[in-house]
């Protein structure tokens, strides 16, 4: 499977702010839908965002919902998470990945993911 690359993670202080991103040199992340999880310690992975490939229409996670954007770039073929008032709850390892013709919350329907990059909220 094609992997993607993600980056941008880090430690940040609660209420800060941090952008993911998300690199596909491998195929046209446009015509894709993409979408960004995260996993924390002793938790399940859990989908945070997702962008659909033609309408751009995007689905977010009820807890970040105002805080957190998700975006592409098609000319650098790349997508992004905006994070913004970042809470200790955030602290997880996230992922992208991307799915054919739609979004879904349901991981194994993604084929193809990125390695992943931590995110560390803490003061």
């Known amino acids: 499977q094609v992997q993607l690359v993600a980056s941008g993670g880090g430690l940040v202080q609660p209420g800060g702010s941090l952008r993911l991103s998300c690199a596909a040199p491998g195929f046209t992340l446009g015509a894709y839908a993409i979408g960004w999880f995260r996993q924390a310690p002793g938790k399940e992975r859990e989908v945070v965002s997702c962008?659909?490939?033609?309408?751009?229409?995007?689905v977010y996670l009820d807890s970040v919902k105002g805080r957190f954007d998700i975006s592409r770039d098609n000319a650098r073929n790349t997508a992004y998470l905006q994070m913004n008032s970042l809470k200790p709850e955030d602290t997880a390892v996230y992922y992208c990945?991307?799915?054919?013709?739609?979004?879904?919350?349901?991981?194994?329907?993604?084929?193809?993911w990125g390695q992943g990059t931590q995110v560390t909220v803490s003061s």
């Open positions: 962008i659909q490939p033609k309408s751009g229409a995007t």
């Open positions: 990945a991307r799915r054919v013709l739609f979004c879904s919350r349901n991981e194994r329907e993604f084929d193809s």
